[in-house]
């Protein structure tokens, strides 16, 4: 059974640009949430996506956005991006909405 | 507001010595509360679920236990790879928003 996978591992930006994130959810599960985790801090909810339709939305701007696929694979989009945007991004999928999520590895972005 | 704060933020122990972590939530409607363990650079590793006061759950040298205010997070005689950042998280409300909310961390350093 394959786990959580999350591209790129790394990935530096500078101000104002955009980046897309990638996540494969675990074999079976249909639901897909994101989360940002700042340096020292615990995971902050970005938003969860259930049989490809958004299904909760943290404290977030638009600016973030995202998609799954009908394979229930997952995309997080992030334009203008700022300064604080540095974090390492948490991908976490699980067998339907409210069940136990398991996170995949993260992407650290660097915002420069 | 949903609130989840963890105690204490750091911890130092020498391999055997058995303590405790604590996580106190002020949230409304608590459907679950999950422990995960957090490597440096890594994503979150589950460890358990806890649905109702007076559960507990246990694997190896971790002893997980909830009350209707808090959880506690017992460490028995534990060794230098229990090391890590262990998180805390609530999943509150009603709806299918499976939305997890997460204290700060306890960062746990045994040493031999």
Redo the contacts between chains.
């Keep these: 059974e394959t786990g959580?996978t999350?591209s790129p591992t790394h990935l530096i930006k500078t101000r104002g640009q955009q980046v897309t994130l990638r996540c494969s959810s675990q074999s079976g599960h249909n639901?897909v949430?994101w989360?940002q985790q700042a340096l020292?801090?615990?995971?902050?909810?970005i938003f969860?996506y259930?049989r490809e339709e958004e299904?909760?939305r943290?404290n977030f701007p638009p600016r973030f956005s995202g998609l799954q696929f009908p394979n229930y694979s997952s995309e997080l989009n992030v334009n203008a991006l700022e300064l604080d945007d540095s974090a390492?991004y948490?991908c976490?999928s699980?067998f339907t909405?409210?069940?136990?999520?398991?996170?995949?590895?993260?992407t650290?972005l660097l915002v420069l | 507001e949903d609130q989840?704060t963890q105690s204490p933020e750091a911890l130092r122990l020498q391999e055997g010595e058995s303590s405790s972590l604590n996580c106190s939530y002020t949230v409304s409607g608590l459907?679950g509360l999950?422990w995960?363990r957090q490597d440096p650079?890594?994503?979150?590793?589950?460890l358990f679920?806890l649905y109702s006061a007076g559960e507990e759950k246990e694997k190896e040298r971790l002893k997980a236990t909830l009350t209707k205010k808090e959880s506690f997070l017992h460490i028995t005689a534990p060794k230098p790879e229990d090391s890590a950042t262990y998180?805390c998280?609530v999943?509150v409300g009603s709806?299918?928003?499976?939305?997890?909310?997460?204290?700060?961390?306890t960062t746990l350093q045994v040493k031999p």
């Design positions: 959580v999350q639901t949430s989360y020292g801090q615990g995971p902050q909810f969860q259930y299904n909760g943290g390492l948490l976490a699980s909405s409210g069940e136990t999520q398991y996170f995949g590895p993260g650290r | 989840v459907r999950f995960y650079g890594k994503g979150p590793e589950f679920t998180l998280a999943q709806g299918n928003t499976g939305k997890l909310i997460f204290g700060q961390g």
